[in-house]
């Protein structure tokens, strides 16, 4: 094996060059004047702080850590010395590294007679082709060029300069089942915390309230729709996001807003070490969100730069088609991905003044905290940082809006052509309006499992049609009651009708027959082994206490998620197999462009 240096950028079919030219007047930067004091150091801290957290996690790692271990050693001769003695030798040698060492390492792989340029794009006649002769030339351009050291700003070493003034908690419960406490704050805001000791160096976050776009009238709806989504590319307090991953250098936190269509929300995680962090950041994306249209723009750069060959896609291409298809006539759907025209109509200041509307009552939301954290820390800082945050208590709670539109339903067929190679995919869709129930959502769910173990069984090693073939099914229940079963799999043109009515014909025997004993043994075996597994898990009980919250359940069916299973039976998944999917489906297939 050899060592290689490689600088990479992902950029727009049109700003290749730009892209490229940019990289080398950086390397050559370094080259020329080295690294400053300041980014080793940063550099080192967070080597330290990923360090640290292995180390406090070491006896807690899932197999797949050991497994991609396993394998470089396999493959690559990496030794396996173990976390304690890695650890050990960082903190021995990471404060030896000089600036020089650093500085001097580029010089060894930066020559001209060992560059390797690589420009990769979608065949496009409307985009100039780069020839090797302009690679060349711009090659020369920089090595030539009147190049400058890069200028150093001084910044802080902290997000905020004064702790808000902390407010009092005005109500508190405990669940000892649960091993949760929730308190309200003076401003309304809800914190439900919940220690776990499942990972020694994890903390977990998630907020929502109710509303989102949803409250948004049609216009301002489509002028913001995907503008939010870059309103954070702006940073917090003055920093910008290269400020704030600066000045967050040895520190593990991190936090992102986000506005939905029905509520908007913040998550973020830490280390224990770092929670006072994730809280101020928090503070600051409900405060502070900066104003700067530039770093949206920037965004928006990058997202047409990707997005720009997603269409050439026809397995992405055949998503975007249907999902158009059954949503046709909703005024608020404006497709999966924006179009030259989306971008063009959205406007970034109305997007900023909508999110400070739906930031701008605390007492809206509801924070969860899940992991290893020191309780009376959180407590603390949720006073501080949440209960100081604005709020309007005379204020009715926000609630989403449900606008009346219902996706397509029923017996429909779509034919969608896409790309030239000899592949097709198959979606079967059943879905509808109906009243939540909690257990017909997971026994759809279930139903899902148990037949795939049926499709894969005849599609896939009896009829050799498939490489990969699915089923999943579930109910929702905002902003409406609903419910959703999808059959879908890849296959060759010539096999889309035999194996579509192979899949339905499965169905059709769950539904008149009921299932297979051993499956439904299968799949009972594989949640309860799932279920067991998940307890012990962060992030499912991140997810479960607010999901209960969100679809106003009741939370104590966490922990009695057996009973659930027990109900996994085959008088109750043929019942809900002819409750919901004995109308339909809507069939979707995607042809080559070739086929008749």
Not at 2 to 16: E, R
Not at 360 to 388: Q, W
Request: hydrophobic residues 35%.
């Amino acid at each position: 094996s050899k060592n290689a240096y490689q600088s990479f950028a992902v950029t727009s079919p049109t700003g290749q060059m730009t892209a490229l030219k940019t990289l080398l007047t950086e390397n050559e930067r370094v080259k020329k004047y080295g690294f400053n004091p300041d980014e080793l150091e940063r550099a080192k801290k967070d080597v330290m702080a990923s360090m640290e957290k292995a180390y406090q996690n070491r006896e807690k790692n899932e197999s797949e850590r050991y497994v991609g271990e396993y394998v470089r050693n396999f493959l690559e001769k990496e030794p396996i010395p173990g976390t304690e003695w890695e650890y050990d030798f960082y903190k021995k040698e990471l404060p030896g590294i000089s600036l020089e060492e650093v500085s001097s390492l580029i010089k060894n792989y930066l020559h001209d007679d060992n560059r390797v340029v690589i420009l990769t794009g979608t065949e496009n006649d409307s985009v100039p082709h780069i020839t090797e002769q302009q690679v060349l030339d711009l090659l020369d351009e920089v090595k030539t060029a009147a190049i400058k050291p890069q200028e150093v700003a001084k910044l802080p070493d902290v997000l905020m300069s004064t702790v808000p003034k902390a407010v009092a908690i005005i109500n508190e419960t405990k669940d000892p089942n649960l091993g949760t406490t929730t308190i309200t704050l003076a401003n309304g805001a809800v914190v439900t915390y919940k220690k776990t000791d499942f990972k020694d160096d994890e903390v977990l976050m998630d907020a929502y309230s109710y509303g989102g776009k949803s409250l948004f009238d049609l216009e301002t709806f489509r002028k913001v729709n995907f503008a939010t989504g870059g309103l954070a590319e702006a940073g917090v307090n003055g920093f910008s996001v290269n400020d704030l991953n600066k000045i967050l250098s040895g520190k593990i936190a991190n936090a992102r807003p986000s506005i939905g269509n029905y509520s908007e929300g913040i998550s973020g995680s830490s280390t224990p070490k770092d929670l006072e962090t994730l809280f101020q950041l928090t503070n600051l994306y409900f405060t502070a969100l900066n104003r700067d249209e530039k770093a949206y723009q920037s965004y928006v750069a990058k997202q047409k730069a990707f997005l720009s060959t997603v269409l050439a896609n026809p397995s992405i291409y055949f998503q975007i088609e249907y999902s158009n298809y059954i949503n046709e006539g909703n005024d608020r759907y404006m497709g999966l991905i924006p179009s030259e025209k989306d971008w063009e109509q959205s406007d970034y200041e109305l997007a900023y003044e909508k999110y400070k509307e739906l930031f701008g009552n605390a007492g809206d939301f509801r924070f969860y905290f899940v992991g290893n954290f020191d309780e009376d820390s959180l407590r603390t800082y949720a006073k501080e940082y949440i209960g100081s945050l604005p709020s309007d208590n005379n204020k009715a709670k926000a609630m989403y809006v449900d606008h009346g539109f219902r996706p397509l339903s029923g017996t429909h067929e779509k034919i969608i052509k896409k790309g030239t190679d000899p592949k097709s995919n198959v979606l079967l869709q059943f879905s509808g309006e109906a009243p939540y129930n909690e257990k017909d959502d997971h026994l759809l769910k279930s139903l899902g499992e148990i037949l795939t173990i049926k499709l894969i069984e005849k599609l896939r090693e009896e009829e050799s049609g498939v490489y990969g073939v699915g089923a999943r099914g579930g109910m929702d229940k905002v902003p409406y009651g609903s419910f959703n079963f999808i059959i879908s799999f890849p296959c060759g043109p010539e096999n889309v009708n035999k194996l579509k009515t192979a899949a339905l014909e499965e169905l059709r025997k769950i539904i008149e027959k009921g299932p297979e004993e051993k499956d439904v043994a299968k799949v009972k075996e594989t949640q309860l082994i799932e279920y067991k597994e998940n307890l012990k898990k962060n992030r499912f009980w991140l997810n479960a206490l607010k999901n209960a919250d969100y679809n106003q359940l009741d939370k104590s069916n966490i922990n009695r998620f057996t009973k659930a299973i027990d109900e996994i039976t085959i008088e109750n998944i043929q019942a809900v197999a002819n409750k919901y999917l004995t109308e339909g489906p809507i069939t979707a297939i995607l042809y080559p462009e070739n086929q008749e």
